[in-house]
């Protein structure tokens, strides 16, 4: 309930700066929010399904993107050689900004949904790997050696040791990342395709209907919350031992 009416709160403050800069600036690109909740509701059955196919996406490319590069992560972090070998390709490489490749991707994938979650979940591949590293790098060697110490495996001071030191630093680049997932996103949708929020919105940009546009707006906002929403409620889950403190 204290989580509910926190973001009541923001809202309410959120929609009473909306509407001052509006009356403010008394511009057509920017309606009140009085001009554009009307529009939520007209036309919810649009926004609905292209609201599914944007969270698929984004999803399924921060899924993909996690599962690949946590592994690869914990294991260069924990390996000095691998470290060592990995290093030079992981700073040339990280710091690309990946909209970029959208082009090639559309050529190679086309129109529908993989170039669009390839072009995510590479980002977050990078994203997850670069913190997973640098977590699994930073757990102490003492705890290692205390576990080892009891005769425990290298495969149990993964999963007891590093993986669980790891997690939380995980969720942290996760709930960053899911930004610029939703960024990239928007501009995948809007450059590529005919369904989801991002070409709602640019298709509203077009016709000059501006509240229609800040209702995709809204919704595309709304869509970074749910996965801020999700990832925290899987770091509860995952992370209890945390809670206990």
Known sequence: MRRLLAYLAALAVILLGWH????AL????????????????????????????????VVLAMLLGTVIAMPLGLAVGRSPRLDALLAPLLYILYPIPKIVLL???????????????????LTIFFQVLVT????????????????????????????NVVIPASLPELFTALRISSGTAVAI??????????????YFIV?????????????????????????YELFDLAERHLTRWRQKR
């Not at 082009?103 to 979940?121: E, S």
């Not at 997973?132 to 009891?150: C, F, G, I, T």
């Open 26 to 57: 008394d511009s057509p690109a920017l309606p009140t929010p009085l001009a554009t909740l009307p529009m939520l509701y007209r036309f919810a059955p649009q926004l609905a399904p292209d609201f599914l196919v944007s969270i698929y996406r």
């Open 20 to 23: 001052l800069t509006a009356l």
């Open 203 to 227: 298709d509203s940009w077009a016709m000059i209907n501006y509240p229609r546009m800040f209702a995709g707006i809204i919704v595309m906002a709304l869509l970074g919350v749910v996965l």
């Open 185 to 198: 996103l928007f501009f995948a949708e809007a450059i590529a395709g005919n369904t989801g929020l991002g």
């Open 132 to 159: 997973v590293r640098d977590a699994a790098k930073a757990v102490p060697p003492a705890a290692v050696l205390s576990v080892r110490s009891l005769g425990a495996s290298r495969l149990d001071v993964f999963t």
């Open 103 to 121: 082009p090639v991707l559309l050529v190679l994938l086309g129109l529908a949904d993989a170039p669009k979650i390839v072009l995510i979940a």
